[in-house]
């Protein structure tokens, strides 16, 4: 009998399963407790503390044990999570707070007001919409156990927002004697007030990570929307496996040894369309931006003329065509505030061509005076979408008679050179391709790539005060049409001083068993485990 490339391929995946497989999922191989959900997650868990470390994996594992004032609904309205009762004063300048019944630490302590009030003052002292709050606060401060308040010296009608909001630090409300730790110091005990425990016990560093359903934990009393609503857990206990190898992760998942896949290969796609006990799931629709950032401090891109050629010589579909794979996950984009955000728009985009425009970007490098000198792309050699990304531009930079030249690295060293500042020829560099989630792009006042404050701005130091103008007074705006029309007249700036160099929208779905059910679907990069269920 004939065996197709397909069939092989499968066959190969499967037989080395049992060989490459973590010990802890091959003792479990035959009998699986229905009651337990494994999950292999894209990127180890190298940190607990969410204030610590802003990274996905660790905001996906903060969310599942520390519990937040207010969390966002299906249509990123905040909502009422820890609070249960909260008014404005009539000049709109303070907040008061009171928790809802029912709130307990996982060490069976109650949850109080001055916990809230630590947590606060820990997270805004990293997170740039809490530290708004600091500038704008006269007082925070706990009225009696259950009750605290946040007195500003003028109003802020965006106050809920922030507090609820995943574009920056995860607001996690802590114990006060773990809250009062310095933000610098890693918060390890991993007891929170939320609907899992983490279980110290079955903590296997580079292995795996275990959560046992919270029995004591109390849900709100509405139904489930997004984030937001009651927290029900179905499940009694879910195991994060670290399973790096992405061919050993399907071959677990076909076998029924884990149930979910964050981030399936995309040349893997296919086989888990073929197989009928797997489904391919988009869980964050806005899914991911992918930008070239560009050093604005050294030669040749301290010269707008240079920035700009960039614009017209990036072909994103070919971008896309190695990044996202699959057409139906990439997808061009021309707005800074993304394809799906409610400040999408197409203010200022006349640049974007298909296939790009090569001659007009010789023409530009020309116009800059461009004479020659090194471009260094920095490459991340353990990502495939930005190494292979980092190749695209460097290529297409050397047909136009750019010196291009690709500096490969691991993501750590990538991003110990991204913090020189100085020219190439004393190690620095001119740019490095990244992404980042589309959902953050709905906030300006927290995004990273948005930020053109110069020497406080994000890696490559775009500065623009006319454009800064504008985006401080975004937390003025008190309604979607006042952003919207603030949005068209900063993204009308970015693109005449190009801030960065947009690649693409990138979503990635997850691979999972059939039988594993109720996934929360979200326009952020946060796994919720809360909800699904095994049928």
Not at 311 to 334: F, N, S, W
Not at 452 to 469: I, R
Request: glycine share 8%; aromatic share 8%.
């Amino acid at each position: 009998m004939a065996v197709s490339r397909r069939s092989a391929l499968k066959l190969g995946v499967a037989a080395g399963a049992a060989l490459s497989l973590p010990s802890v999922v091959r003792a479990q191989t035959g009998s699986i407790d229905p009651r337990t959900a494994r999950m292999a997650m894209g990127n180890p868990l190298t940190a607990f503390d969410p204030i610590f470390s802003g990274t996905d994996t660790t905001v996906c594992h903060a969310v599942a044990i520390y519990d937040s004032l207010f969390a966002l609904d299906s249509k990123l309205t905040p909502q009422p999570q820890m609070v249960g009762r909260w008014s404005t004063s009539d000049d709109k300048k303070t907040y008061t707070f009171e928790l809802r019944d029912g709130l307990a630490w996982h060490d069976g302590g109650p949850v109080r007001a001055q916990d809230c009030v630590a947590s606060i003052r820990r997270w805004s002292s990293v997170d740039s919409g809490g530290r708004l709050i600091m500038e704008l606060a006269a007082d925070i401060s706990r009225k009696d156990d259950k009750t605290f308040k946040i007195v500003l010296k003028e109003p802020l009608s965006v106050l809920p927002d922030i507090l609820a909001s995943l574009s920056g630090y995860y607001l996690a409300i802590m114990r006060e004697k773990d809250a009062d730790s310095s933000p610098t110091e890693q918060v390890t005990a991993n007891i929170g007030s939320g609907p899992f425990k983490f279980n110290q016990e079955f903590a296997r560093l580079g292995a795996s990570f275990t959560y046992d359903r919270n029995a004591a934990y109390v849900p709100r009393n509405e139904a489930s929307d997004g984030f937001a609503g009651a927290k029900i857990v179905n499940v009694d206990r879910v195991v994060w496996e670290q399973v790096s190898d992405p061919q050993t992760a399907l071959a677990a998942l076909q076998a029924g040894e884990i149930d979910f896949v964050e981030s399936p290969a995309a040349d893997l796609y296919s086989l888990v369309e073929s197989d009928p006990a797997l489904e391919l799931q988009v869980l964050n629709p806005y899914g991911q931006d992918r930008c070239v950032r560009i050093n604005h401090l050294q030669k040749p891109f301290d010269n707008v003329k240079a920035r700009q050629a960039l614009l017209h010589l990036i072909d994103q579909e070919a971008v896309l065509r190695v990044t996202a794979l699959d057409p139906k996950y990439g997808h061009t984009v021309t707005s800074i505030f993304g394809n799906s955000t409610p400040y999408s728009n197409d203010e200022n985009t006349e640049w974007f061509k298909r296939g790009g425009d090569p001659e007009k970007a010789k023409q530009l490098f020309k116009e800059a005076g461009y004479a020659g000198e090194k471009v260094v792309i920095l490459q991340d050699t353990g990502q495939p979408a930005n190494r292979d990304a980092a190749q695209l531009l460097a290529e297409a930079l050397r047909k136009i008679g750019v010196n291009a030249e690709l500096a490969p690295s691991d993501w750590g060293g990538l991003t110990k050179r991204r913090m020189n500042r100085g020219p190439v020829e004393s190690g620095g560099w001119s740019m490095f391709t990244t992404s980042d989630s589309e959902y953050s792009m709905s906030n300006p006042t927290s995004e990273v790539f948005m930020n053109a404050s110069g020497d406080k701005a994000w890696y490559g130091w775009p500065k623009n005060e006319e454009y800064e103008a504008l985006r401080a007074n975004w937390v003025n705006m008190e309604t979607l049409e006042q952003r919207k029309e603030l949005a068209g007249q900063m993204q009308k700036i970015w693109w005449d001083f190009v801030g960065d160099v947009r690649l693409g929208q990138e979503l990635r779905p997850i691979a999972r068993r059939k039988a594993l059910t109720g996934l929360i679907e979200m326009p952020v990069p946060i796994i919720a485990m809360w909800n699904m269920r095994k049928v």
